[in-house]
């Protein structure tokens, strides 16, 4: 009798817990470890993948994971050649990367949080706006998105009492991923492929399962793992070096874990090509804001690229502090951008300046803190990029000139 009782517990208190079921994501692409394009689709437990049709030539999709209690659908998904010009699905054209990429948006940190006595109001579009924000960003019609990380944040029940979060799924499930995250995002889904990056609350104790079940840029794995490897891909005309920081401290350095990423990094930034980019969840070089305002953070993440910096890395995306960010450091180092802004509670940021403070041995040159919901829109300016930062209402909130390691925002 034990046995079968604990399963079916939790399917009741999903089913409890849960509103009904909206309609399944629609289809979408994103860019996959190896260069190619992962296009997948979650379809009901027990049903037939498709088939994807990529340039005139018909490719199977296949089942990604099986089905269990917290996630009882399945996924599809087939791969196709990253430079393919016509792909859809069903008679349904989807996004493809083009040659050149000419515009990028850029967020992270996106969804609701609901942990413990902390309890966003993800019932309210002004306090939880990562479905504005994805409509606005779909309505610039970029090329690309990236996010960098930190999706699932509904890790417990809302609080008894508390309006702003009633009925709301929670726990690492398909109820909560399908209402962090594809129903708030189905526009800009729906608009152009995607770079997942993933992030610390996506580490097995947390939505790890969600994230390897759904997400993940490689083939399923037999188990979840809180370090991956790092990649590299070209998409467009772009450098991307990705590196998985989810499972990075911010405030210590354990020898272990710096020994393994200091390898990883150095194998990942041996022969950058020219204008790379590293994209990374949790930032290399910044100052924590909220209650530890101006401390430098991530030190493991210092500590591992140490020494493995090439002159042909210019910036790194990140996110994980929820504020928009620039740092310059003059010529001689890669620029630090980060845009933790899409959904989730934002840190009040620090009324100490940024410039001239040193991070990593390094002053600031240039740099400014927004503590402000929005996006990242970027789009290339001959060798360079303009960069427009938005706020969910589509207000102006901040401008950048970007050319190979200068960052400036205003």
Same mark, same amino acid.
């Given at each position: ?25 629609? *289809? ?26 990529? #340039? ?20 599809? =998904?087939?791969?196709?050649? +990253?430079?393919?010009?016509?792909? %859809? ?39 939880? *706006? ?11 019609? *970029? ?7 930190? /999706? /699932?944040?509904? =890790? ?9 979060? %009633? ?22 889904? #729906? ?44 998409? +467009? ?26 390898? &990883? ?23 924590? &804001? ?15 690229? =140490? ?28 620029? &630090? ?20 403070? =040193? ?15 929005? /996006? ?7 060798? +360079? ?26």
């Amino acid at each position: 009798m034990r046995t079968w009782a604990a399963p079916f517990l939790i399917l009741a208190t999903l089913m409890l817990s849960t509103p009904a079921w909206a309609d399944p994501p629609k *289809p979408w692409v994103q860019l996959a470890a190896d260069g190619s394009l992962s296009v997948r689709e979650v379809v009901a437990t027990g049903a037939a993948c498709g088939s994807v049709e990529a #340039d005139g030539k018909s490719v199977a999709m296949a089942k990604r994971g099986q089905a269990d209690v917290a996630f009882p659908v399945d996924v599809c =998904e087939a791969s196709v050649p +990253g430079a393919v010009a016509k792909l %859809s699905l069903g008679g349904k054209a989807l996004p493809v990367v083009p040659a050149a990429i000419k515009r990028i948006v850029v967020f992270g940190d996106t969804g609701c949080r609901i942990e413990g006595k902390a309890a966003q109001s993800c019932n309210d579009p002004k306090e939880w *706006p990562y479905a504005t924000v994805a409509a606005r960003a779909a309505a610039r019609k *970029p090329d690309l998105v990236i996010h960098v990380g930190d /999706y /699932y944040y509904r =890790e417990s029940a809302c609080p008894a009492g508390t309006a702003g979060c %009633s009925k709301s799924p929670h726990g690492d499930n398909f109820p909560v991923w399908q209402a962090e995250f594809f129903d708030p995002a189905a526009p800009l889904l #729906d608009t152009a492929p995607w770079l997942m990056v993933r992030g610390n609350h996506e580490l097995c104790r947390r939505g790890g399962k969600g994230w390897f079940r759904l997400l993940e840029p490689r083939p399923m794995p037999d188990g979840c793992v809180d370090l991956t490897a790092p990649y590299r891909i070209a998409p +467009g005309g772009l450098n991307l070096d990705i590196f998985d920081s989810a499972d990075s401290d911010d405030f210590k350095t354990d020898p272990a874990k710096v020994s393994v990423m200091a390898a &990883q990094m150095a194998e990942l930034l041996a022969g950058a090509p020219a204008h790379s980019w590293l994209v990374t969840h949790r930032p290399v070089w910044a100052l924590a &804001q909220g209650n530890l305002p101006g401390v430098p953070m991530n030190l493991t993440n210092q500590a591992a690229i =140490e020494g493995h910096v090439p002159e042909t890395l210019d910036m790194v995306v990140s996110g994980h502090l929820h504020d928009f960010t620039s740092y310059d450091f003059g010529g001689g180092h890669p620029s &630090q951008l980060i845009a933790g802004t899409g959904g989730d509670t934002l840190l009040p940021a620090a009324a100490a300046p940024l410039v001239g403070a =040193e991070i990593d041995g390094v002053k600031v040159r240039k740099g400014m803190i927004l503590a402000k919901f929005g /996006y990242f829109v970027m789009d290339r300016a001959g060798d +360079g990029w303009t960069g427009t930062f938005y706020s969910p209402d589509d207000a102006v909130l901040a401008t950048c000139q970007i050319a190979g390691r200068a960052l400036d925002c205003h």
